[in-house]
């Protein structure tokens, strides 16, 4: 089965740390560059961060640099987004994004 399944998400206080991650399955997940979307409430979706399939390369959101690291294990079939000095304005739902496939999505909270 073609998947993607985020896990990580939760409530932390502004300043905290949280480690979101991604398993796939289903499709050969070292040939893809996968990526992190979120979905503020009210707002549209958006880029936080990309890799290529080797790791080699990453980009991030201009909200987002600094803070936020992605990362991925090839054997493992994992993505993961490091989220460093949390602000409020990143409460979003987070999706990751692979090849045409967008998984179930996980809820971060910041808030005091």
């Known amino acids: 089965q073609v998947q993607l399944v985020e896990s990580g998400g939760g409530l932390v206080q502004p300043g905290g740390s949280l480690r979101l991650s991604c398993v796939a399955s289903?499709?050969?997940?070292?040939?893809?560059?996968m990526s992190w979307h979120r979905q503020p409430p009210g707002k549209e979706r958006e880029l936080v961060a990309g890799?290529?399939?080797?790791?080699?390369?990453?980009n991030y959101a201009d909200s987002v640099k600094g803070r936020f690291t992605i990362s991925r294990d090839n054997a493992k079939n994992t993505v993961t987004l490091q989220m460093n000095s949390l602000k409020p304005e990143d409460t979003a739902v987070y999706y990751c994004?692979?090849?045409?496939?967008w998984g179930q999505g996980t809820q971060v909270t910041v808030s005091s």
């Open positions: 890799i290529t399939p080797d790791g080699g390369s990453t």
């Open positions: 994004y692979g090849p045409g496939l």
């Open positions: 289903g499709f050969t997940f070292r040939r893809f560059a």
